[in-house]
């Protein structure tokens, strides 16, 4: 599975912007595959955003992204997208997508499980 990520920018506090994440060489289809976003901001360590079960649509949230993105799937085709809301300047980061197939619920914040990564797209949120 190749991953693609897309969409990030430079951006006021309290605006949104929607990430996407584009899957190819595989069909997920009804799959058991999860998809995620991480984030990494400067100096920081890389950290878990959202998550969402492939064939299910469950989702799993960071305290820190709860109430404000939404991760979804695509109704056709293999994207997944993070809808960012009420952005602040903590958001900042490189966003990464990742793909894990099979992986369960519980598991789905952390980094470690994901087999496939892509190259990460930048979020600069301005005060």
């Known amino acids: 599975v190749q991953l693609q990520a897309s969409g990030g920018g430079l951006v006021q506090a309290g605006d949104s912007l929607r990430l996407s994440c584009a899957a190819s060489g595989r069909t997920l289809g009804n799959s058991n595959y999860g998809l995620a976003w991480f984030r990494q901001a400067p100096g920081k360590e890389r950290e878990f955003a959202a998550a969402?079960?492939?064939?299910?649509?469950?989702?799993v949230y960071a305290e820190a992204t709860k109430g404000r993105f939404t991760i979804s799937r695509g109704k056709a085709g293999n994207t997944v997208y993070l809808q960012m809301n009420s952005l602040k300047p903590e958001d900042t980061a490189v966003y990464y997508c990742?793909?894990?197939?099979?992986?369960?619920?519980?598991?789905?914040?952390?980094?470690?499980?994901?087999?496939?990564w892509g190259q990460g797209t930048l979020v600069t949120v301005s005060s």
């Open positions: 990742a793909a894990k197939r099979g992986i369960i619920l519980s598991s789905m914040s952390r980094s470690d499980q994901y087999d496939y």
């Open positions: 969402i079960r492939w064939n299910s649509g469950n989702t």
